[in-house]
């Protein structure tokens, strides 16, 4: 009951600049806040006391005066990854989600609809709506930033590979995969839908790895590109249900050459689903099934690795992020799948 009037209360002080006033101006009273962000003095003085109750913000009882307390302890990245997942929480879930059963009903994303009149996934929804791509860039590209660092420490891509990466969006994980694994010959290749290629190259422009990095355009469903000795997928399957996982697994394991390698990078449920420390199963369901597809969801490492088996891979790595390591703010924990496609004499013997 009182999830939603938490959030908002300390995101409402974020917006309103509470938190800002305090870090530069320490001790300020309520009315003094007011007159910093421009609210009535009572309004602040009542969304402050779940601060306080939480030991976000300490308050002098003798002076009336606010600083802050836990919150004092985050560094200008950490707030920044704190707002951009809070923005991302308040405009893509919220009010998607008060459409929840509607959307289990209908397999479709009722509450983008009934808000936007858009029928359609919240990744299509975001090419023309302002509002949602952004909050939803923003959290994903902070999401790879902090992510991608450890899967690549974690995988082989061998020199001078030739690297597709599935569903690469607008080409930061290409980015990500040639500055972390570079060799002489190294190629990386992003394979999205077409729109996305002008956003691509002028990331890659930008980035300075015109000369390594491509795009190629088309849709994972109609066929995954030929040519290529290592296949990414990256922030992709938990897309879907298990039949489109195993169509895509499928076309993975038809497009590589016999020894080549797939890489699988993937929010996860825990093995044991009631682990209090893991909270990506408090979300990724209602926010699948209510606010990104209408369907789909993440799954267990071993799920992922029968369905991997099951498309004809050896699964030669399965790994966990360690919940212990990530930013408390973090929401998924991810976990690394790693395959490949038996040799010609391993098929036959």
Sequence with gaps: ????????????????GVVDALRDAPGLTAAGLGAAVGAKPDAIEQLLFLLIKEGFVAYDEAT????????????????????????????????????LTESIQTGSLVGLKEYYGFDGTLYEAAATHKDLGEAWALAMNTTTQRIDPWFFENIDVPAGAQVLDLAGNTGLGAIHTF???????????????????????????????AEHCSFIGGDVFDGVPKGFDVVL????????????VLRIFEGVHASLPAGGQVHILVPIYPENIADTDNY???????FFLGCSMGYGGPQKLSTYRGWLEEAGFTVTQTLAKDPADLPRYALPVQGILSATKASSAAETG
């Design 179 to 209: 500055q972390h694994k570079n060799s002489p010959g190294l190629r990386v290749t992003t394979f999205d839908l077409p729109e996305r290629e002008e956003e691509c190259l002028k990331n890659f422009r930008e980035a300075g790895v």
């Design 233 to 244: 997928i990256k922030h992709f399957i938990d897309m879907w249900d298990k039949a489109e």
């Design 64 to 99: 009336g005066a606010y600083r802050l307390d836990a919150l004092a302890e985050l560094s200008d990245a950490q707030l920044s990854g704190v707002m951009a997942l809070m923005h991302f929480i308040k405009t893509v879930t919220l009010r998607q989600l008060f459409y």
């Design 1 to 16: 009951m009182v999830g939603p009037t938490r959030f908002m209360n300390l995101l409402s002080c974020y917006e309103l």
């Design 280 to 286: 990506t199963i408090d979300f990724f369901p209602s």
